[in-house]
């Protein structure tokens, strides 16, 4: 197989592009910085076109590799022929090398390898022989193969083996379970019928069936669950003669041989008791195989945008980790993440020491001059909101609240990076200090859980653990290089994604810091032990240091383009202190009047490389999340209760999932827009309208008070 040109045609894009993307890859570099640093070596391809290319060069790799390993085995078999050779060549799946392999394989103990130690083998060979006549007559040669000692009592039993022999050939011939494969695939029904008389949450499946060709993938994840829990029991169906018909053409002769009957029992026995439950499995596999891949796309997705939310930047942060009996804990932290007090109170239920909470809360705000309450959205979230909205009433001080996903935060303050980071806090005043930072720095928070546990999955306990880890690693990888970390404030944690750096050398990092004071300059990253060269490449243009003297230092400017970036300032007369004073508005436009082609050539850099460097200039030190729509902030609380249909309010995507949207729109219970209520025009995903942090308009459709369920729509209102 030519696995450049099988990249370049499934990715669609140049064989050109393949080449130099995987000579990159070889050579040891990150996928983030190839995406940002080497455009014109890609021909600007994204960092998901990379990844993508990346996981299919890696797969098709260790598909030659197999195709290479079955060639070996069969060849020491003395076997190979040319047309396995070709076969093999051919094969595109492991599935295929597999089935290639399966006549050749080391079989554990069958009625077939029994019967071939019989020695019925050539009764076998005779009966597919398929003769119009037997001379003498079958049953007599079948006869001949009586032996008491190796077993074998009557000619009945002498065909009963050599049909076992018929039906494990059968079953081994990989064209015809390719095609048998197809046949089911292309035609079968996933069934499901409920296992008991219990009632479930899987009610809707015990009585279901589906093409297998249109199934979506969470129907298959909700379906295995089911299954696994003992709730459904669950099969593939296909239509028997279509199937077995085409077996039959494949296998008995159109004549009246005396040997057709016994070869058409070896074809029915063959699929009933070999193929189809293979098949079943195979399939089965496969569906979950491709509904965990499409799960953990959507996961990333709603984790990416989840990371990229825009940070609430300059504001004193209240985290209150609501809670009953143990009460809620607070955490005040200033507008650079530290943590400058903390309190505990008790305004729900059992204590209900409300005047003394509002009085704890005051002294805060006052103190600290604190200007959001972040409240985590978990055990006793409502009526802390409550509290929380009622308090703001009665003080002069502008300060709003917010509710914020606490998804992961038992996680982190349990751990050790949260015991090393806060050695004197209890487990629920780490969370109150994570809720308020989620909300002040989503991305810089949340690499410091594991992706999992965010909350913004579909069924991500059900996927293949290290496929999950790799896809959801990569994805907080590329969010944390696109927006880049300060060197002189980052934790471990964060640096420890920053393409080029492990969490060893992160540690080192901050380890040096600690030891010798603020970085002046990223050059000076090259003392921190275990970074080197390459280690320096990697990752330096994607750490700024903010107080350096070299102001490209904090910009996305690479150093290997530190001079091309002066030659461009002094080509137009710039100074290093315009850039610090943001006087670069025209620079772009000035380029663009001389000729992009020509300061291209002037500079000797690639297009993308000047476009990016103009970008860096003009704002340096920027956030590129700040363009983004800034959290929703509430100073009143809206109850289930008070919603009417048609009413239209305004709220945030907080999970995207296959059927639909689940959007906080003020109530402590995320409303539902389904799939069909999500855009006027016909959609194939939710995702092709909606992403995890968008703020859209909806209109409410129902409310179910009793179950907790709030229909929503953001579908123009028909006049």
Known sequence: ???????????????????????????????????????????????????????????????????????????????????????????????EIDDIYRPFRPHRKTRASVAREKGLEPLAQLLLAQEKSYTPALEEQAASFIDAEKGVASAEEALAGACDIIAEEISDNAEYRKQLRKLTYDHGLLSAKAAGEADSVYAQYYDFSESIKTLPGHRVLAINRGEKEDFLKVAITVDRDTVVGYLLAQTVKPNSSPARDYVIAAVTDSYDRLIAPSIERELRNDLTDTAGEGAIKLFSENLKHLLMAAPLKGKVVLGFDPGY?????????????????????????????????????????????????????????????????????EIEEDVKYIVVSEAGASVYSASKLAAD?????????????????????????????????????????????????????????????????????????????????????????????????????????????????????????????????????????????????????????????????????????????????????????????????????????????????????????????????????????????????????????????????????????PSEVVAVGDVVEVRVLSVDVPRRRIALSMKSEKK
């Open 421 to 685: 980071e806060f050695p004197d806090f209890d487990v629920t005043q780490r969370s109150a200090v994570s809720i308020a930072r989620r909300l002040q720095d989503p991305l810089a928070e949340l690499v410091k859980i594991d992706p999992k546990s965010i909350g913004v999955g579909q069924y991500q306990h059900d996927m293949k653990p290290a496929r999950l880890d790799e896809a959801l690693t990569g994805v907080v990888e590329d969010c944390v290089n696109r927006v880049g970390v300060d060197l002189n404030t980052a934790s471990h944690s964060l640096l420890a994604y920053i393409a080029g750096i492990n969490a060893a050398t992160a540690k080192n990092i901050v380890k040096y810091r600690e030891e010798n004071g603020a970085f002046v300059s990223r050059a000076q990253l090259l003392k921190v032990p275990r970074i080197g060269a390459k280690a320096y490449e990697q990752c330096a243009g994607f750490l700024r240091v903010s107080g350096s003297d070299e102001i490209l230092d904090n910009t996305g400017v690479h150093p290997e383009s530190y001079a091309a970036a002066r030659k461009l300032l002094k080509l137009f007369a710039y100074t290093p202190e315009d850039v610090r004073a943001g006087r670069l508005r025209e620079l772009r436009q000035r380029v663009k009047e001389k000729g992009m082609e020509t300061v291209c050539g002037e500079l000797e850099v690639g297009a993308p490389t000047l476009a990016d460097i103009i970008t860096e200039l003009e704002k340096p030190g920027r956030d590129i999340r700040d363009s983004l729509p800034p959290p929703i902030l509430r100073e009143d609380i809206l109850d289930l209760e008070d919603l009417k249909e048609g009413m239209v309010l305004q709220g945030t995507v907080r999970n995207v999932i296959d059927f639909g949207a689940f959007v906080d729109i003020g109530v402590h219970q995320d409303g539902l827009v389904h799939i069909s209520q999500l855009s006027d025009r016909f959609i194939k995903h």
């Open 1 to 95: 197989m030519d696995i450049i040109t099988t990249l370049a045609k499934e990715l669609s894009i140049s064989v050109k592009q393949v080449e130099a993307t995987v000579e990159l890859i070889d050579g040891g570099n990150t996928i983030p910085f190839i995406a940002r640093y080497r455009k014109e070596v890609t021909g600007s391809l994204d960092d998901t076109v990379l990844r993508s290319l990346e996981e299919r060069l890696n797969y098709l790799r260790s598909l030659d590799k197999r195709r290479e390993e079955v060639l070996g085995l069969i060849a020491g078999q003395e076997k190979l022929t040319p047309e396995i050779e070709a076969a093999l060549a051919a094969a595109k799946t492991l599935t």
């Open 325 to 393: 009996r143990t009460g809620c804990k607070l955490a005040v932290v200033d507008a650079t993440g530290k943590v400058v007090d903390t309190a505990v109170v008790y305004p729900t239920k059992p204590q209900c020491r409300t005047e003394e909470s509002k009085k704890i809360i005051r002294r805060l705000i006052r103190s600290h001059g604190v200007n959001v309450i972040a409240i985590g959205n978990g055990t006793a979230s409502k009526e802390s909101e409550i509290f929380i909205a009622e308090l703001l009433h």
